[in-house]
């Protein structure tokens, strides 16, 4: 019976066993599963940043006076025919566009279209054309115009072209939907055949360089003009073509020895943006898309490269098969397509080129941008929404995220270390167990409340205090210089000072005693030093900004997110070093700070180590402390008083409102792929310094 009995509880406890032991596979299975899943999503999301550029098969397209295919815009639109056709054909100049306008030179009147996408059944049989709406006609003063140049943004449209006798004309046009509302002419003489006149709408003016010489031309609304003239600085070579770089906030001018040089067009004077740049051939042609950080370049042979002009990233090098004369070359604003204007037909190639500003060189080093006074790395992803391009760099985001864990981190590491020696070594066994629950306690405190006390407590109270705050290492520094001399003066007044140091009590009184007059005359002394503002002394004295916002605020609330981790991984390291190696060397005659410094500590360090790896990557994962406590403004700036933004940050803050799919979107993804890896990186790294602890004194 009592063997039955035995076979039905073993019987039973295996059944338990296999049961736990499947739910524990199946259960650690899974969260591996899970984080594979995790890095595999993110690795999908990001993959196409790795993707080349590539460009498309030749498209023929028949033009001709019953079809008239406008080139340069986004699509090939379909231009309706003229209400008056007197003009020669001879004299027409193939249509141009820019946002959203189309107009064409017919000997001297220029007739303007309103583009819009191509409707169901319209010239079903040419693939990807739009169709236009004509508007209007407007006469150009002058004598069979030779050239064309357009812009257009918004309402206005600003058109240049040069006659046969060199005069240079503009037209600033203002456009309702259905017709012109106003049209200003502009004409003066012209620098000659080799110059270049490139308009700009936005700012209502035209930039003409001739040689090494520019000339701005504003353009009033009442007839009036302003011209503004100088020298571009560096162009040793003749000059073969230029354009405008993206958003028209750079000037790209192109020598005969293929050299690429760029000018700051929102400065007056056109500085110069860094050393010119080799292409390999010499361009006739270049272009740039308006609203992404690309340029193109192309050789008389029909040689085409595309790269990013504020940095060395080359999107792609290849050739334009057919192509016959490069000088007849339009871009989209998009830069999807090229566009070259032949005989009685458009040639068309496809550029598949999705995120051009993504490679390595642009998301990590620096670039140069417009209005910048040398090259620098910057996140501003909102560039659109200021009239401006987004600057995509990740490196201000990973500087951020490494200042605030070293920050949290010279707060954490002292009071975590100390704490956890007193409480393991020193302290009695029965206070332990009530010291130690209440410091791990604080790990359960949210972070979130630690950011919002930081970012409103504790900021007021830190620029409150900042004089004390600024002369608190005077303190730390002068306090035990000034024990020591008191010390060695009293060893000649008594022969009982000779080997007895100062009390640790009398160290803490001084402190104390320190801090409270700082305190207490912060204000005299704020006067007294600095003139009665610590900020303006700091900004005029040592030109360093202070953010009220700033990494030393960041630090205190993240050194106190991350120290009851770290005191908890080195309590129980000091703690579990066997007592027979402590003992042994109380033994033999070392006191029990020798005993902790020489036997103790060695023997945990490997866990010491990898609890400081822990705080650290516990540190760069932290969010909402930096969320809350700082400005989120990306600066590479080592200072204490300045600000930061990590990449935890940017993802929370930004992912809401990035448009699902695009650079941004991605980019926002690329940020958590990479603190994904480092906190893996740091945490694998203290897990193998624990495992050689344990597989250190397993024996014991």
Known sequence: MIDAVTQVTSRRRRVRDRAVTLAINVGGGGVIALIVLMLAYLLYVVSPFAANAELGKVLTIPSGPDRLLARGDGRLWILPRAPDHAVNQEQWHLPVSSGRRAVQLRGEQVHLFALFPRLAGLDAELPGTTAAQWLSVVD??????????????????????????????????????????????????????????????????????????????????????????????????????????????????????????????????????????????????????????????????????????????????????????????????NGRFLVQAGEGQLLRWKLTNVYPETGWRSLWQRQWFAAYDAPAHIWHPDGDGVAGLSKYSLSPLLFGTFKAAIYGMLLALPIALGCAVYVGYFLAPRLRNRFKPAIEMLEAFPTVVLGFLAGLWLAPLLLKYLTLVLLLPLLLIGAPLLLAALHLALQYLSPRFMRRPPRLALVAVVYLAGIAGLSHYGDALTLWLFGGSVQDWMWEAIGLPYDQRNALLVGMAMGLAIMPTMFTLVEDAIHAVPRALSDGSLALGATRWQSLARVVLPAAAPAVLSAVLIGFARGLGETMIVLLATGNTPLMEPGIFSGLQSLSAAVAAELPEAAVGGVHYRLLFLAALVLFALTFVFNTIAELFRQRLRYTYEAY
Do not use: C
């Open 140 to 333: 150009t003063p002058g004598i069979e115009p030779q050239t064309l140049a357009m812009d257009s943004a918004d309402d206005r449209v600003i058109l240049t072209y040069a006659d046969r006798s060199g005069v240079l004309h503009a037209l600033s046009i203002r456009l309702t939907s259905t017709a012109v509302s106003s049209l200003v002419h502009h004409e003066r003489p012209g620098p000659g055949a080799t110059a270049f006149a490139l308009p700009n709408s936005r700012s209502n003016s035209v930039l003409i360089v001739h040689g090494d010489r520019y000339l701005r031309w504003r353009l009033g609304d009442s007839g009036s003009t302003r011209l503004l003239g100088g020298q571009l600085s560096g162009l040793d070579e003749p000059v073969v073509t230029v354009a405008w770089g993206p958003a028209h906030d750079t000037l790209l001018v192109a020598d005969s020895l293929g050299l690429l040089h760029r000018f700051d067009a929102v400065r007056g004077n056109l500085p110069r943006m860094g050393p010119a740049r080799q292409l390999d051939f010499v361009p006739r042609w270049i272009g740039s898309e308006r609203g992404r950080r690309v340029a193109f370049a192309a050789s008389a042979a029909g040689d085409l490269s595309v790269f990013v002009p504020g940095s060395d990233e080359r999107l792609y090098r290849g050739s334009l098969d057919g192509l016959k004369d490069v000088a007849e070359l339009y871009l989209s604003e």
